[in-house]
T-cell receptor, first 112, second 111 residues
Framework: DGGITQSPKYLFRKEGQNVTLSCEQNLNHDAMYWYRQDPGQGLRLIYYSQIVNDFQKGDIAEGYSVSREKKESFPLTVTSAQKNPTAFYLC???????????FGQGTRLTVV | SQQGEEDPQALSIQEGENATMNCSYKTSINNLQWYRQNSGRGLVHLILIRSNEREKHSGRLRVTLDTSKKSSSLLITASRAADTASYFCATDDEDTDKLIFGTGTRLQVFP
């Protein structure tokens, strides 16, 4: 089945540790996005990529890093520099220029 | 922040009633979309309206777009309990192709 997969669904990490969230898509989409969602809030854009080996910062990129070495994959690393990393993280992909995005089911990260 | 805003933040109605949600945005856009999110899940695309369109229908959904006011509305007619979810508008920025989401409206439909 075609789709976009995030893993893991739940992630627990100790404060000060880096953690990487996985996002894979087999939709042949060029564009991929990472969003952060806090309880009862909207989605805020962390990073986005429109082509392999290129990505741009979104509104809240500080404390996060990404890579786009393959079209199918757009992993997000939450670094120890992120002051408040506990949140729900959503990955999405789309065909550039169409706007319509397909979302993964999200990763809920809890830092203790 | 470029994030758009939606109102109301929360809306409670009875089954069979209509639900209207509004969205305002800040930049020039290629298109505007509406998404639905069930609690704790990913978002699902509902409908897209292009910047040169003023109104679009899809089943029980009706979307309007006013680019002069940078605003859109989503109407869900004859609501059902299964429509209970959060609804978000998203804009595809004309200059950057960023996909920017609004703050969302939480809709509760009572049986």
């Amino acid at each position: 089945d075609g789709g976009i997969t995030q893993s893991p669904k739940y992630l627990f990490r100790k404060e000060g540790q880096n953690v990487t969230l996985s996002c894979e898509q087999n939709l042949n989409h060029d564009a991929m996005y990472w969003y952060r969602q806090d309880p009862g809030q909207g989605l805020r854009l962390i990073y986005y990529s429109q082509i392999v080996n290129d990505f741009q910062k979104g509104d809240i990129a500080e404390g996060y890093s990404v890579s786009r070495e393959k079209k199918e994959s757009f992993p997000l690393t939450v670094t120890s520099a992120q002051k408040n990393p506990t949140a729900f993280y959503l990955c999405a992909s789309s065909i550039v220029g169409t706007g319509k995005a397909f979302f993964g089911q999200g990763t809920r990260l809890t830092v203790v | 922040s470029q994030q758009g805003e939606e109102d109301p933040q929360a809306l409670s109605i009875q089954e069979g009633e209509n639900a209207t949600m509004n969205c305002s945005y800040k930049t020039s856009i290629n298109n505007l979309q509406w998404y639905r999110q069930n609690s704790g899940r990913g978002l699902v695309h509902l409908i897209l309206i292009r910047s040169n369109e003023r109104e679009k229908h899809s089943g029980r959904l009706r979307v309007t777009l006013d680019t002069s006011k940078k605003s859109s509305s989503l109407l869900i007619t004859a609501s059902r309990a299964a429509d209970t979810a959060s609804y978000f508008c998203a804009t595809d920025d004309e200059d950057t192709d960023k996909l920017i989401f609004g703050t969302g409206t939480r809709l509760q439909v009572f049986p």
